[in-house]
């Protein structure tokens, strides 16, 4: 049994499945995302849609009565997602690998930060392409984002572990602050303040598909839809004070460090 | 070798030819262009049609106009310009000189 939801498309009311309407949503949404950044494409996206009325209308003449995620899927599998199209229309590959991260506004300096380590990261990704034509796949869709729903200060702790798929956040957390506090990591505040600069968040299904390292297709993606629709259960009791200690250790931290990098200076100034 | 590259280059060049052809019979929309250029066998992929539409629109060859439907959504029906009736003519000339060539090296090799 699935909770059915009706949605009016260009003056048609259609019944559609819950987890339908998510995968459908989501998929116009991140159409326009693309095509909005694109000078002179904003009609495509409303074209698109257009296109998927018409196909849903076929389908409806044809007998259908609700529409359910199978039908979701063929229909973009037809049409095509945002990489598959820049893909072939050739234009807008770079764009199309970054869907998303540059319509993002967190603060001005930040975005400049990641349209920066994005530029330098399309150019890892070209030259590691041009390198290795079979593991192109691989170094495309994998890429590193921080985790925006599961964060105590920026989310790169679960950022990593997503990305290795290598054990709970909390882990590399309580892992990170014992290695700063032993001494051994007392860099790791600051590359941890660096990664939260310059890394995007993941933030919708592509993004989380790509932190995985996972192929985007309509089955992948409309796995992801539903797991992300599950309610999360959010330890927030906890973090208030973990995030406390963690900000007390950063600074404890960062301070010596900066003492240490103006001692060296002084000191190669004054062997110079 | 890996030719997918080049017949992907090869069928985006074309691709922009093929469907002025097709609008300079008569103005479609964009589920006749699909249908026609899948019965001419021409395959692509739907979702590049639409950018590559606006483009050629943006650029002024093409025009549209909306048209109210019986079955399902309005329809946007695209015409060619004058300035595309040009750009077909001169495309029809290249393609003359490039079939020309690709067939002389055939015969010769």
Redesign the interface.
């Known amino acids: 049994m699935k909770k059915n939801i009706s949605i009016n498309?260009?003056?048609?009311l259609y019944n559609i499945d819950e987890d339908a309407y998510n995968l459908l949503e989501n998929y116009l949404q991140s159409m326009q995302r693309y095509?909005a950044r694109?000078e002179?494409?904003e009609?495509?996206a409303d074209?698109?849609e257009?296109?998927v009325?018409?196909l849903l209308?076929?389908r409806r003449?044809a007998g259908m009565s609700a529409i359910n995620i199978e039908t979701v899927k063929e229909i973009i599998d037809?049409?095509?997602?945002a990489e598959?199209?820049a893909g072939?229309?050739?234009?807008?590959d770079k764009y199309a690998r970054n869907e998303g991260q540059y319509a993002r506004t967190e603060g001005p300096g930040e975005n400049r930060f990641r349209e920066n380590f994005n530029q330098l990261a399309d150019d890892v990704d070209r030259f590691a392409r041009d390198a290795y034509?079979k593991g192109r796949q691989h170094v495309k869709t994998h890429r590193f984002y921080r985790c925006a729903d599961d964060k105590v200060l920026g989310g790169v702790c679960s950022g990593i572990a997503k990305y290795f798929n290598a054990g709970e956040p909390l882990i590399w957390r309580l892992g990170a602050i014992a290695l700063t506090l032993l001494g051994v990591g007392l860099p790791l505040p600051i590359i941890y303040i660096v990664l939260w600069l310059v890394t995007p968040a993941a933030i919708t299904p592509e993004d989380r598909l790509r932190q995985q390292g996972k192929e985007i297709t309509p089955d992948n993606l409309a796995q992801q839809v539903m797991d992300d629709s599950q309610p999360i259960v959010v330890k927030n009791e906890n973090k208030g004070c973990l995030k406390a200690i963690l900000i007390v250790i950063a600074i404890c931290a960062i301070l010596p460090i900066i003492f240490l990098i103006s001692f060296w200076a002084k000191f190669f100034f004054h062997m110079f | 070798m890996?030719t997918d590259n080049t017949k992907?280059q090869m069928r985006?060049g074309m691709l922009e030819y093929c469907i002025m052809l097709l609008l300079h019979q008569q103005p479609c929309y964009?589920?006749d262009i699909i249908q026609r250029l899948h019965e001419a066998e021409m395959i692509?992929?739907?979702?590049?049609l639409?950018?590559?539409?606006?483009?050629l629109k943006?650029d002024g060859l093409l025009g549209y106009e909306w048209r109210e439907s019986t079955?399902?959504?309005?329809?946007?029906y695209y015409t060619l310009t004058d300035d595309g009736q040009e750009a077909l003519r001169q495309l029809d000339a290249s393609w003359e000189e490039i079939s020309r060539t690709v067939n002389f090296l055939k015969v010769k090799s």
């Open positions: 498309l260009f003056g048609t095509f694109q002179g494409s009609e495509v074209d698109i257009h296109r009325a018409e209308w076929k003449e037809t049409i095509g997602n598959q199209i072939e229309s050739g234009n807008g034509d | 890996n992907s985006k964009a589920n692509v992929m739907e979702g590049t639409y950018p590559l539409l606006s483009r943006k079955q399902g959504p309005p329809r946007k």
